[in-house]
Antibody
Framework: EVQLVQSGAEVKKPGESLKISCKGS????????IGWVRQMPGKGLEWMGI????????RNSPSFQGQVTISADKSISTAYLQWSTLKASDTAMYYC????????????WGQGTLVTVSS | QSALTQPRSVSGSPGQSVTISCTGT?????????VSWYQQHPGKAPKLMIY???KRPSGVPDRFSGSKSGNTASLTISGLQAEDEADYYC??????????FGGGTKLTVL
């Protein structure tokens, strides 16, 4: 069974750093893309970026370029989303999703990680 | 990269059909046959309903269908059921391994 299990909810202060994770199981982690999607409170889905864990080839949305870092450790089948300096506006639910196909669609999703940034 | 345009809400009665539109540009929806649709119930993760414009993953009822004409993709749900009430998002490949989502549509089953 394909599963993506994300790390738990986080409460952080502005200016702090954070790294959340997404662990894949039940499939060959290095042969599928992993994408990250933001959903701000009461708002829609926003595509942030995507990584090929096999070689860490990463593509970022222009909207998020320089704001977050996407990485992966294929030895433990885990992808990451990282911030160096959090802002209150980073408060959101973050989903990882497996990308399938040549121009991927997202067929399996993690349960989401809620990040709250507040002083 | 602007979000794709979806109606904010649509509604229908049980048994009826509804269609949700998703309008982009020739740089995304119109330029590629890689539109997908996602269903999201409150408090839940999104679920893939349609991919590559018209294809249904296994397990998705055939009441759900997708199409595209020019820069506009559409999701049609026939034989509406109460459990179809959810938010629906389109997503299109936009070139150079980037994607863009629509703003989302709230479907109400009356």
């Amino acid at each position: 069974e394909v599963q993506l299990v994300q790390s738990g909810a986080e409460v952080k202060k502005p200016g702090e750093s954070l790294k959340i994770s997404c662990k894949g199981s039940g499939y060959s982690f290095t042969n599928y893309w992993i994408g990250w999607v933001r959903q701000m409170p009461g708002k829609g889905l926003e595509w942030m970026g995507i990584i090929w864990p096999g070689d860490s080839d990463t593509r970022n949305s222009p909207s998020f370029q320089g704001q977050v870092t996407i990485s992966a450790d294929k030895s433990i089948s885990t992808a990451y989303l990282q911030w160096s300096t959090l802002k209150a506006s980073d408060t959101a639910m973050y989903y990882c999703a497996r990308g399938s196909g040549t121009y991927p669609y997202f067929d399996y999703w993690g349960q989401g990680t809620l990040v709250t940034v507040s002083s | 990269q602007s979000a794709l345009t979806q109606p904010r809400s649509v509604s229908g009665s049980p048994g009826q059909s509804v269609t949700i539109s998703c309008t982009g540009t020739s740089s995304d929806v119109g330029g590629f046959n890689y539109v997908s649709w996602y269903q999201q119930h409150p408090g839940k993760a999104p679920k893939l309903m349609i991919y590559d414009v018209t294809k249904r993953p296994s397990g998705v009822p055939d009441r759900f269908s997708g199409s595209k004409s020019g820069n506009t993709a559409s999701l049609t749900i026939s034989g509406l059921q109460a459990e179809d009430e959810a938010d629906y998002y389109c997503c299109s490949y936009a070139g150079s391994y980037t994607w863009v989502f629509g703003g989302g549509t709230k479907l109400t089953v009356l």
